[in-house]
T-cell receptor, first 113, second 114 residues
């Protein structure tokens, strides 16, 4: 069964802190991983994609991938109240349709002013 | 990335009726998908909309309930048929990039069935 697991939270961090969001996946052969941000009442917005082991940085966001541990994380540095949202992790599994993404249940993040 | 629009943005429908949701993209795209997001839940893929052929449905979703059309590379429709309150959800279309597999979502259609 193809699964993507996330801690549902809620996760609260103070403004300016680092928020750490975690995700594990079941298919060792998965190649592509994505983080989406979803504000309440809005559709998901792609913020990061990562394909290789290691870190990928984009502004205040860093995605980390460890394929051996089947683990993906998203770090948000200098967290702002505007980062308060639900963060969805998604994986493209190697089995089945290679075009599909499987989404985790999301982690709700609140950044406290 | 492509600009995606959906119509309607929201609707309230009576049990037993059908609603057709439109998804329009401002450029030609190969991959287009339909998702459902029930209140407080994550995204569930309904089907892949294939241009010129029948959609590919995921387990638990059938064509009679969720017929999909994809007449060209910029447009698709999803119909929710014979609706019940359990169909109350947000319906989202997305488009996928064939090289990166990134997906981008439309604004969604919020459906309430009474």
């Amino acid at each position: 069964q193809k699964e993507v697991e996330q801690n549902s939270g809620p996760l609260s961090v103070p403004e300016g802190a680092i928020a750490s969001l975690n995700c594990t996946y079941s298919d060792r052969g998965s190649q592509s991983f994505f983080w989406y941000r979803q504000y309440s009442g809005k559709s998901p917005e792609l913020i990061m994609s990562i394909y290789s082991n290691g870190d990928k940085e984009d502004g205040r966001f860093t995605a980390q991938l460890n394929k051996a541990s089947q683990y993906v994380s998203l770090l948000i540095r200098d967290s702002q109240p505007s980062d308060s949202a639900t963060y969805l992790c998604a994986a493209r599994f190697s089995s089945g349709s290679a075009r599909q993404l499987t989404f985790g249940s999301g982690t709700q993040l609140t950044v406290l002013p | 990335s492509a600009v995606i629009s959906q119509k309607p943005s929201r609707d309230i429908c009576q049990r037993g009726t059908s609603l057709t949701i439109q998804c329009q993209v401002d450029s030609q795209v190969t991959m287009m998908f339909w998702y459902r997001q029930q209140p407080g839940q994550s995204l569930t893929l309904i089907a892949t909309a294939n241009q010129g052929s029948e959609a590919t449905y995921e387990s638990g979703f059938v064509i009679d309930k969720f017929p999909i059309s994809r007449p060209n590379l910029t447009f698709s429709t999803l119909t929710v048929s014979n609706m019940s309150p359990e169909d109350s959800s947000i319906y989202l279309c997305s488009v996928g990039d064939v090289s990166s597999y990134e997906q981008y979502f439309g604004p969604g259609t919020r459906l309430t069935v009474t």
